[in-house]
């Protein structure tokens, strides 16, 4: 009798090989295929400023490790034997994206639906999830929102990341040298840092995407952080909420948001919604394209998002 295995590859070495050239695929210059082009974009020009890189490669030097202690200490961390069902979320959209697996920790924080990665290129990645995001989000929705984190990790955020973070909220100002870091911030840089910032959140926005196969439970995971992750969730109307994008895109108040890390909820709804219509999308699955469907092109997808993530520009819907 044949042995049924004989047919299939059980090769490590092939293994590794068939998922280094599936990955590969997805990297043009070592940048995701996903990436959302203003990200990359302003990034770099950040970058080229003399010292700005240095400068955040020194505050997440310091911070990364302190953080991981004191999650060690005060939050729950994720694994096979505690929240099982996250620690498979988390293992599914690494090896999806080609990241190692992060550590995740639920963090007791009862008040906030939040979430948050620490990534730098030295020290393992670290997601944090606040207990009120697990309680209130549905299975689906959580893996949207891990599925982002590693979109963070897989893109080399980190250190952008907390620049932002100490120019909005003064994390890490009791770091030596991080206050005279930040008072090296000139304005522009520190709008230019914002504004990447946002555009950052389109990138990984489309790594949950990606890794749930599905946009739905991005854009309901949007709705509940605009409501505040009511318990009563299906108050919540996609529809009803998009139509307040209307009086957002036409009004002055719409300013604020440059000062804002976060695109407002309404613009990465639209955005996600675009990402389903896009070509990336399907090359990450190509099972669930459907015949004669016309798609845009990455450039064209790009294009569409700036005009809706844009603060000035406003596309209309
Ligand atoms: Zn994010």
């Known amino acids: 009798m044949m042995n049924p295995t004989n047919e299939i590859s059980v090769s490590f070495s092939e293994y590794l090989r068939e998922r280094s050239t599936r990955l590969d695929k997805h990297l043009s210059g070592g940048i995701p295929d996903y990436a959302f082009a203003a990200d990359y974009a302003t990034r770099q020009k950040i970058a ?25 200490m005060q939050a729950l961390r994720v694994g096979p034997n505690q929240f099982p069902e996250i620690y498979k979320m988390v293992t599914e959209c690494a090896s999806l994206l080609g990241i190692g697996v992060p550590s995740v920790f639920v963090m007791p924080e009862v008040a906030t639906i939040n979430a948050y990665a620490y990534a730098t290129e030295d020290a393992e990645p670290v997601i944090v999830l606040n207990s009120a995001l697990v309680e209130r989000l549905t299975p689906r929705e959580i893996k949207a929102v891990i599925g982002h984190e590693c979109g963070h990790i897989h893109n080399n955020h980190g250190i952008y990341n907390i620049l932002a973070e100490l120019i909005i909220n003064g994390i890490g100002l009791l770091i030596p040298g991080a206050r005279e870091i930040l008072a090296a911030i000139s304005l522009p840089l ?3 840092i914002l504004t990447w910032g946002r555009a950052a959140e389109i990138t990984c926005d489309r790594a ?26 299906q108050e919540t109307n996609i529809e009803a909420l998009l139509e307040q994008y ?3 895109r036409t009004s002055p108040v719409r300013l604020l948001e440059l000062i804002s890390t976060h695109p407002a909820g309404v613009r990465r709804i639209l955005a996600a919604k675009e990402f389903m219509n896009s070509q990336v999308y399907y090359d990450w699955h190509p099972e669930q394209k459907t015949g004669g469907a016309v798609y845009y092109s990455k450039q064209e997808l790009d294009s569409r998002c700036a005009k809706y993530v844009s603060v000035t520009k406003n596309q209309e819907r």
């Open 190 to 192: 520190r709008t230019a």
């Open 246 to 248: 209307d009086t957002l």
């Open 208 to 233: 949950g995407i990606i890794c749930c196969g599905e946009a739905e439970s991005t854009i309901s995971t949007h709705a509940k952080f605009v409501s505040g992750g009511l318990l009563s969730g």
């Open 48 to 72: 080229a400023i003399p010292g700005v890189f240095k400068l955040g490669k020194a505050l997440t030097s310091q911070i990364v490790p302190r953080q991981r202690q004191l999650l060690n």
